[in-house]
């Protein structure tokens, strides 16, 4: 039986009401016709993730997006995000942001290739017309100008 | 939204319950606590198998809002007790 989420986070967001669950007004599905070893690939994380030289994130609604570069030299991961069960993966953000075992994989020609940026924006925004308005679109443009084939997203 | 602009998408989730309701496209579940989706700190092997695992159900999704089961376990002999451990984490969530 997996852990159930949704009844603590009942509890949690008291005195406010539960987060509404929202999925997209306009479901779509898209078929996979490229195999993954043929495949330019991206991160999308929901940890508020961005390098130190970045601007912050400021919890808990801000609903902007970084750029994060997929070249591991570029620098140390930093998680805004204010969840409390940020203490382990404050540790090794590779563990919700697997760039490092993406681009292994890349180089062993299970992926294609990997995107030049991984996404990552704050999960957890009660603003769900902004979401699907304004903060979806523009990472779906910007992953269409990458060239992007599959996108992996990794809610946290 | 990003399916919809023509790019597939495959979420890689530890909430059974959430992607149950909010029905992604695509969701491989990982049945790990949240936040630490792909293994425990610096275990590299273990984070490359996990994504590998996504990966490879892949082709396997025939229909929107499916949920893939990868198979993997927190504890090496199966036990919950990360659980409790969890439920006291996230009780700061607040």
Redesign the interface.
């Known amino acids: 039986m997996?852990?159930?989420?949704?009844p603590?986070m009942a509890q949690?967001s008291a005195p406010k009401p539960p987060r509404v669950?929202?999925?997209?007004s306009?479901?779509?599905?898209?078929?996979?016709t490229n195999?993954?070893s043929a495949s330019r690939v991206a991160l999308?994380s929901s940890a508020a993730l961005r390098l130190a030289n970045q601007k912050p994130f400021i919890p808990r609604e801000d609903s902007s997006y970084r750029r994060v570069p997929s070249d591991l030299a570029a620098g140390e991961i930093i998680i805004d995000h204010h969840?409390?069960?940020?203490?382990?993966?404050k540790?090794?953000p590779?563990?919700?942001f697997?760039r490092?075992?993406?681009a292994?994989?890349a180089k062993s020609g299970?992926?294609g290739s990997v995107a030049p940026f991984h996404f990552s924006f704050m999960g957890g925004l009660r603003e769900h017309e902004k979401i699907?308005n304004e903060l979806?679109?523009a990472?779906?443009?910007d992953?269409?100008e990458a060239q992007?084939?599959?996108?992996?997203?990794?809610?946290? | 939204m990003i399916e919809a602009s023509g790019i597939p998408t495959l979420v890689i989730g530890t909430a059974h319950d959430i992607m149950s309701k909010v029905t992604p496209p695509r969701a491989a579940f990982v049945d790990h606590p949240v936040g630490r989706t792909f293994g425990p700190p610096n275990d590299r092997p273990r984070n490359q198998a996990v994504l590998a695992k996504a990966l490879a159900e892949l082709p396997k999704f025939s229909r929107a809002g499916e949920i893939r089961d990868l198979g993997c376990n927190w504890s090496p002999d199966g036990s919950r007790d990360w659980e409790d451990e969890l439920r006291a984490e996230m009780s700061h969530d607040r």
Do not use: H, M
Request: proline letters at 14%; hydrophobic letters at 50%.
């Open positions: 997996p852990f159930e989420y949704l603590i949690n669950l929202a999925s997209p306009k479901p779509a599905w898209c078929e996979i195999p993954v999308l969840s409390g069960i940020g203490r382990v993966p540790q090794d590779e563990i919700v697997p490092t075992a993406l292994e994989l299970i992926v699907e979806a679109p990472i779906a443009r992953l269409k992007v084939d599959l996108a992996l997203l990794v809610p946290y």
